[in-house]
């Protein structure tokens, strides 16, 4: 009767845990470049009771055997890159990677750090930056005087200068692609660096090497769907009562066993 007890009670925290993974996707619905996340489950050790193929007779084994399992556990919150939606803003300075990889962001203690969000701002230097102030590499300087910012899909970057017909480059973007996104740290922040199990990035210029392009105006907003997290949330809130069910049953079954001398 334990067993049912300790197992139910870990389908409790599991659930907990699935809830938490909703709730911080559904908060970040309006974040510029957010990746949704889930949580993925594994079932947890058995105990064999009777060995599937154990002998019967000498003639007959039994199919099937008797395993009765100790409940679950979460193992992985994986995290989703699927494109998110685009919005438009006609902003010059607002980017968006149309298909994969990262612009890369300068940290203050100088590591290289990860992102999707192309909500840009220049600095008091003319520097082009995020909305922390990181310089976004290659660093790009625009001159004080321009009077516009182009750039191409290809991640060219052009100001229009006073009296001046055709525009000056003033950088080129670099996108980062890694083998497995999913293993990339949070860092929160929108950004994200290298782990052991991401690999090592692959630089490279946009719409080459599988790498996207650039949409100059647009930002790429949250993949998260609002309708998918609320049906999550009512299936985790669903398991989580029927555990706690479980819990209440077999200990309406223990105090019955309590009460037999009575």
């Given at each position: 009767m334990m067993r049912s007890?300790?197992?139910?009670?870990t389908g409790m925290k599991g659930q907990e845990t699935n809830i938490a993974v909703v709730s911080n996707n559904l908060a970040n619905v309006s974040t510029t470049g957010f990746k949704k996340q889930r949580v993925d489950f594994e079932d947890l050790m058995y105990q064999t009771i009777?060995?599937?193929?154990a002998p019967i007779t000498a003639d007959h084994k039994y199919p099937v055997g008797v395993q009765l399992g100790h409940g679950v556990k979460p193992v992985a919150t994986h995290r989703l890159f699927s494109q998110g939606e685009?919005?438009?803003t006609d902003e010059s300075l607002d980017v968006a990677i149309e298909g994969e990889g990262f612009f890369q962001v300068q940290l203050p203690n100088g590591d290289i750090a990860y992102t999707r969000d192309g909500a840009w701002k220049i600095s008091e230097d003319g520097i082009v930056v995020n909305s922390l102030g990181y310089t976004i590499l290659p660093e790009m300087t625009l001159p004080q005087d321009a009077l516009g910012l182009n750039i191409t899909s290809t991640g060219i970057v052009a100001a229009k200068m006073p009296n001046q017909t055709d525009l000056e480059v003033i950088g080129q973007i670099e996108l980062a692609d890694f083998i497995n996104p999913a293993g990339l740290r949070a860092l929160g922040k929108n950004l994200f660096v290298p782990s052991g199990s991401s690999g090592d990035p692959v630089v490279g210029l946009p719409g080459t090497d599988e790498l996207?392009?650039?949409?100059?105006?647009?930002i790429e907003m949250s993949n998260v769907?609002?309708?998918?997290e609320m049906v999550n949330m009512i299936v985790a809130q669903r398991a989580y009562e029927a555990n706690s069910k479980t819990i209440q049953t077999s200990d309406t079954m223990l105090q019955i066993a309590n009460n037999l001398r009575r």
């Open positions: 007890l300790w197992s139910a009670s009777i060995e599937p193929g685009y919005q438009e996207g392009e650039i949409a100059q105006g647009f769907k609002v309708v998918e």
